[in-house]
């Protein structure tokens, strides 16, 4: 394929081969780390790459990023096919583009713009700059704000408003007068603060018989210039534009039929009529001295509605941005309303309603931001500012109103419903885009909600506590829009402070602690100076929250977070509150089933839909067609303490309990047959609220018997999904309190579950005593059942602890009580799966005594009875042994067959803990084929498994495993064993092809 590419620079960054065109790329640092290359193809230094790039980070740090950074671009301009190196040329010390690879629009505008401003004749010179300002689409790197990058951009930038100077004098020339006020209208478009060259647009209007348009080019002028220089600012040029605008008598009526008298003649003393139409720029666009961040999706959806481009439909007349408080809803809307007056020429304006109270305010707020003159009904006044107002053909005007939520409380739907839509309705240019904490509710309303800014991912999770304790790239993590705000707003008030190795972890932390919501990003950096990011990470943790901010500017309502969430709080119905205090009981979202039942709220469907549109309750569609209910952290802990305060705590744990105790009692049975994989799913989802309903057990005597019989159920989950550890943890908790010492089924089975899992922890002596304990009283009770599960439970441990022959009589006792339970109750139906688990470590025990014949004959037993219950999980694990007794026997094909089937099988059910055994028994089989570094490989790949999934190696297979690391070592040398094992720490069973023999 031809590697060759034009990279175009001005507008969106886009790289145009023949066989593909980029437009999008990993990170915004790649894609400015592209355009700079671009910019200056051939060898650029590394170190100054570096120090231009990565600033913050030492030379090491820095390189490891480039490299990162460097790959990901190559993959894009390099795909297969095209030969590494014939576009991006790296070396030890340089990196740059092939010159003779690259093309850009940068260098073909700048050609065009030297010959054009040389060229003798004004056709010349009208063919060649007509070409220059086509190329430019847009600003160089719009949003990079490094140094270079701005420089370029003011750098091309005045080159293009050069070119129009020179293309409009060259129109002049001709007469051309049309094409020059065109050429005339984007300068000023591109630089609005030139006096001549708003006298130029007006002189060429005029010269060209467009009355009207220069009458509206003078009064945009002055209004401009008086907002930003103050009245009486430019008298010269607006005696120029006098001059030019008397040479065409005085004003005749607009075409449209006006709702105000036309404006008379000029006057001598202003280019603007005595009695003028209200005329923009007016209602200003708020300005921010601190950056913008993020919100790229939100943005291309507005456009996407309110500019859709040419013959792709009309645009949306009403668009509503939802969210709650400190989400950033009223930034958004300034920024787009700004960027779209910059890109489009879009008239826009600006209404602030925060501080109203009542709907019939609104007209009156928005006639005065518009400064039209008193008198009359606000509401036609306002229309006839939009109707008589003079606007290129095809163009329209944007209104934000901004904070509408409170003119919707209290019965102000209907007032506000009206007035929108009658001002829609008599303003046909018109289109609004409001702020609101919840929708308006006018008919064609299109909503958009606006989330929290993203977050780090995963690989940056951390307890607060260990700092640069996380491999990840810090090039990455500073291209997460959370940070980049918190980062920014941290340095303008200590400028030293910047991301390191040494406080990634807890700036990741902090901004997931703050679920991205941009109000709180700003509170926690105003506090910088005070409290670091650990530090306020730790503050967090402990429930204090943020402090109010130190900072001056910000209304009363954005101090603080619970300031915020009050003035939302207050526009709610007693029944919401109601309900949305109740709701703060639940972690990690509920359903509408839970809501009716823990909340005891048979409305609650309706009043979560309120509270939906109120912005303080998220929903979303699961798999299965369900919707999930959620809450922001922040309103969470806001709404419990107003729960507290109406003291309903205790009773909402209590029915919380209740209800999903029950859940798991639900699901316990199941978790053994064939609906495994929904029930498996279901508790995950619903982890966090079992996880508290425990935690509540835990601290209340009343509900410790309940709490015996939610971790026994839960046992298998947690087996199933590798929470072995917590799992271990929680059943510890609750049988160690003095309440739960007494003798009962629920203990007994809490007691089994607990041996259970500490067993896999390699726990023997804390299963045994658990199992010892389950024994006695299921004996004193004459419970089969739980006397049978304690000694498959104590067999377990003696196997594990080589005492072979007591293991194997407690397993058959054990098989001998399953017996006698069922001679005494016979159910046909009932899957025994601790029969199928006794068989199945009667088959463990054989392979270690070397009878494979016997082995095969338990597992053989454990599958029957595995697979006609429909215990997927349990089959699973018996292939997995039945693979062990094929590599015991020397027949890898057939032992790898069933590693990976059993581990295939797994997955699919999300139990991912056991890949440990599947890459250790494949680590084997390469071993016994020679393949010596796969074996290191796959070895180390199997304990960090291990180590992820807290699922310690047994004592009685360490020795084996340490011999093995030694001939490991000795065979392949101590530095490509190093090599092989660090390889294998990020290999996944997946990935673990093992070449067969021969």
Not at 297 to 312: D, H, T, Y
Not at 351 to 367: K, W
Not at 457 to 472: I, N
Not at 799 to 804: E, F, K, L, N
């Amino acid at each position: 394929m031809d590697p060759r590419c034009r990279i175009n620079l001005l507008g969106p960054l886009c790289v145009i081969q023949a066989h593909q065109t980029v437009t999008r790329f990993r990170t915004q640092k790649a894609a400015a780390l592209l355009a700079y290359f671009a910019l200056r193809p051939g060898p650029h230094a590394r170190e100054q790459v570096i120090d231009l790039f990565w600033p913050e980070m030492d030379l090491a740090a820095g390189r490891g990023n480039l490299s990162t950074t460097l790959s990901g671009l190559r993959r894009r301009l390099e795909p297969p096919g095209i030969r590494p190196g014939s576009v991006l040329v790296t070396t030890h010390a340089q990196v740059g583009l092939d010159p003779a690879a690259v093309t850009t629009d940068v260098v073909e505008f700048e050609r065009f713009c030297a010959e054009g401003e040389t060229a003798a004749s004004p056709d010349k010179v009208i063919s060649l700059l007509n070409r220059a300002v086509n190329l430019y689409a847009g600003d160089f790197q719009e949003g990079n704000f490094q140094d270079w990058a701005v420089r370029e951009s003011e750098r091309l930038h005045a080159r293009l408003v050069s070119a129009l100077d020179r293309l409009g004098e060259a129109y002049e020339t001709l007469e051309r007068f049309a094409e020059a006020g065109e050429a005339a209208r984007r300068r000023v478009s591109a630089d609005p603060y030139t006096e001549e060259a708003h006298v130029a647009l007006v002189r060429r209007l005029v010269r060209s018989s467009q009355r009207g348009a220069a009458l509206e080019a003078a009064r945009s002028f002055e209004q401009f210039f008086e907002r930003e220089f103050g009245e009486g600012s430019a008298r010269d040029a607006r005696r120029a534009m006098e001059e030019f605008l008397g040479e065409i008598g005085p004003a005749a009526p607009v075409s449209r039929a006006p709702l105000t008298p036309p404006p008379p003649a000029l006057s001598s003393q202003s280019v603007l009529p005595a009695d003028p139409l209200p005329t923009p720029p007016l209602a200003p666009i708020p300005f921010w001295l601190s950056r913008f961040f993020g919100r790229e999706r939100e943005m291309l959806r507005l456009a996407s509605l309110l500019l859709p481009p040419k013959g792709s439909g009309a645009p949306l007349r009403l668009t509503t941005l939802l969210g709650p408080g400190g989400t950033g809803k009223t930034r958004l809307a300034a920024e787009f309303a700004r960027r779209a007056g910059e890109r489009f020429g879009l008239w826009r304006g600006f209404v602030p309603l925060a501080d109203l109270n009542e709907p019939e305010q609104i007209a009156a707020r928005i006639a005065h931001s518009l400064r039209l003159p008193p008198g009359g009904d606000s509401q036609e006044r306002i229309a006839a500012f939009f109707v008589n107002r003079e606007r290129p053909e095809g163009s329209r005007d944007l209104l934000v109103l901004d904070n509408m939520e409170q003119l919707l409380a209290g019965g102000g739907e209907a007032s506000v419903v009206r007035i929108v839509a009658e001002l829609l309705a008599r303003s046909p240019e018109l289109t609004i885009l409001c702020t609101s904490r919840r929708p308006l509710g006018v008919q064609g309303e299109r909503t958009i909600s606006v989330e929290p800014l993203e977050v780090p991912d995963a690989q940056w999770e951390t307890d607060g506590s260990e700092e640069g304790g996380s491999s990840g790239d810090l090039a990455s993590l500073l291209e997460v829009p959370s940070v980049r705000l918190y980062v920014d707003r941290a340095q303008a008030l200590r400028p030293e402070f910047g991301l390191s190795a040494a406080n990634a972890a807890s700036v990741a932390a902090l901004c997931r602690a703050l679920e991205g919501s941009p109000l709180a990003l700003e509170l926690a950096a105003s506090w910088v100076r005070l409290l670091p990011p650990r530090k306020m990470w730790e503050r967090l943790s402990q429930g204090l929250g943020t402090p109010e901010t130190r900072l001056s500017d910000l209304p009363d309502r954005q101090r603080s977070l619970e300031a915020s969430l009050e003035w939302s709080w207050r526009l709610l119905t007693p029944a919401q509150q109601r309900l949305l205090a109740g709701l703060s009981i639940f972690r990690g979202g509920w359903d509408l089933r839970a809501a009716e039942t823990v909340c005891a709220e048979p409305g609650a469907l309706e009043l979560l839909a309120d509270l939906q549109e109120a912005s303080l309750v998220t929903a979303s569609e699961t798999g299965d067609g369900d919707i999930r209910y959620g809450l922001l952290e922040s309103v969470r802990v806001f709404s419990q303490k107003q729960r507290d305060q109406r003291g309903e705590t205790e009773t909402l744990r209590t029915r919380h309990l209740s209800f999903f105790a029950d859940l798991a009692a639900e699901a316990a049975p199941d978790l053994y047959r064939s609906r495994q994989a929904y029930w498996l799913d279901a508790l995950e989802t619903e982890h966090d609220n079992l996880r508290a309903a425990l935690e509540w057990t835990v601290v209340d005597p009343s509900s410790r018997e309940l709490g015996l019989r939610l971790v026994s159920a839960l046992a298998p989950f947690w087996r199933a999904r590798g929470y072995l550890q917590e799992g271990y943890d929680r059943c510890a908790a609750l049988l160690s309190g003095a309440a739960s010492a007494g003798a009962s089924e629920a203990r007994i089975g809490a007691l089994n579950a607990g041996g259970l899992l500490a067993s896999l922890l390699a726990k023997y002596a804390e299963a045994d005593a658990f199992h010892q304990e389950a024994l006695e009283i299921a004996r004193a009770q004459r419970s089969i059942l739980g006397e049978s599960a304690a000694l498959l439970g104590l067999g377990t441990v003696r196997y594990w602890r080589y005492d072979y022959p007591a293991a194997e009589r407690l397993l058959q006792e054990s098989l001998s009580k399953r017996f006698e339970a069922r001679v005494d109750k016979p159910d046909p139906r009932r899957y025994d799966w601790e029969e199928a688990a006794t068989h199945h470590t009667l088959g463990n025990l054989a392979i270690r005594l070397e009878n494979y014949a016997e082995a095969q004959a338990q597992f053989g037993r454990a599958l029957d009875l595995r697979r006609a219950a429909g215990d997927t999980l349990g089959v699973a694990g018996t292939l997995g042994a039945l693979g062990q007794v094929a590599l015991a026997q020397g027949e890898y094909d057939t032992a790898e067959m069933h590693l990976r089937e059993s581990q295939h099988i797994f997955d699919s059910l999300g139990q991912r803990w056991t890949a440990a055994l599947c890459l250790a028994g494949l680590s084997r089989i390469a071993e016994e084929r020679g393949t010596i570094a796969l074996c290191a490989r796959l070895l180390s790949a199997a304990m960090a498994v291990r180590k992820r999934h807290h699922f310690p190696l047994p004592p009685a297979e360490r020795p084996g495993h340490e011999e093995q690391l030694r001939w490991l070592t000795e065979e392949l040398g101590a530095s490509a064993f190093n090599a092989a094992w660090s390889e294998g720490q990020t290999l996944s069973w997946e990935q673990s092809d093992v070449v067969p023999a021969g």
